[in-house]
């Protein structure tokens, strides 16, 4: 059984990750063109919803949760 080992990404690495899961989060999103849809996330994420945020959260719980397995790196 493999577990993932949290490792702390830099600042340059987080924004990029975070553009990764806004793009991803908007093409899910039905609407005319791929900026209607963008900017639909952009306002579920301010508003603290949206799939942008579930995947944070989701992100953020995983690492509390493999927390144990830090000392492996």
Do not use: C, Y
Not at 10 to 20: D, E, M, N, P, T
Not at 47 to 66: F, P, Q, Y
């Amino acid at each position: 059984m493999a577990h993932q080992v949290p490792i702390e990404i830099g600042s340059i690495q987080g924004k990029a990750l975070v553009i990764r899961w806004l793009l991803g989060a908007s093409q899910k999103h039905l609407g005319r063109n791929m900026a209607f849809k963008l900017s639909f996330e952009l306002v579920d994420t301010g508003k603290g919803s949206g799939d942008t945020i579930r995947k944070k959260e989701e992100t953020h719980r995983m690492t509390k949760a493999n927390r144990a397995f830090a000392h492996f790196r």
